[in-house]
């Protein structure tokens, strides 16, 4: 981000709205949990429990949906060696192939001959 040609534009801006996001989510968690408005002139207002159930049911909802989508035990995943590499002669097959022999020397006699 700063690397960009409007670098430091770019980082203020990205820090400003992270200190303003910060700021209106903790706003938003004090509020919730003082109980602003959690009681009513006949007893307790029913929107705290109704902000409850309606969360529970989306993380029920979302727990529910990852479980579905999870690899069962008699499926094969990809593991990180299973991929084909693209071997480099027919990646670039513009590029020379390198010799044989990369390897430093193992002694002075060997890097005269």
Do not use: C
């Amino acid at each position: 981000m700063l690397a960009t040609p409007q670098g430091r534009t770019n980082g203020l801006a990205f820090t400003g709205g992270w200190v303003l996001a910060l700021t209106a989510v903790v706003t938003a968690v004090i509020l919730a949990g003082s109980g602003a408005g959690a009681t009513g002139a006949d007893g307790p207002a029913p929107w705290p429990l109704r902000l409850k159930l309606a969360l529970g049911l989306l993380f029920l909802l979302l727990g529910t949906r990852q479980w579905k989508g999870r690899r069962r035990r008699y499926e094969v995943g990809e593991g990180p060696g299973d991929r084909q590499l693209p071997q480099p002669e027919r990646a670039h097959p513009q590029r020379r192939r390198f010799p044989e022999r990369l390897t430093a020397p193992r002694s002075l006699s060997d890097a005269t001959t």
